[in-house]
Nanobody, 123 residues
Framework: QVQLVESGGGLVQAGGSLRLSCAASGRMSSTYVMGWFRQAPGKEREFVGCISRSGGSTNYADSVKGRFTISRDNAKNTVYLQMNSLKPEDTAVYYC????????????????WGQGTQVTVSS
């Protein structure tokens, strides 16, 4: 069982930056691909990006490519989402998730989820 806890959300003006953290209980290294998702009010949860077990590879949704960066520190059991050049449309609850099988953009393929952290971008 893996427990995930996100932090770092908040209110920021458009063009600003935030860094989200996702702390995992238990061992993350070489075990789980980690993903970030977000869900805006009235919308389905959507893929933001994911990072390989070693941290050597990442994949991003087109909507955040070039603005968001995912990294991980397996020694600290923590995954990060650096968000730059934020836009009002980035406003959502952001979730981290763990996937035992591998790279995936799909919500249903992730095994463990955090409780989410709210990010609000004002115009």
């Amino acid at each position: 069982q893996v427990q995930l806890v996100e932090s770092g959300g908040g209110l920021v003006q458009a063009g600003g930056s935030l860094r989200l953290s996702c702390a995992a209980s238990g061992r993350m290294s070489s075990t789980y691909v980690m993903g970030w998702f977000r869900q805006a009010p009235g919308k389905e949860r959507e893929f933001v990006g994911c990072i390989s077990r070693s941290g050597g590879s990442t994949n991003y949704a087109d909507s955040v490519k070039g603005r968001f960066t995912i990294s991980r520190d397996n020694a600290k059991n923590t995954v990060y989402l650096q968000m730059n050049s934020l836009k009002p449309e980035d406003t959502a609850v952001y979730y981290c998730a763990a996937n035992r099988e591998g790279y995936s953009n799909y919500v249903a393929e992730y095994d463990y989820w955090g409780q989410g952290t709210q990010v609000t971008v004002s115009s």
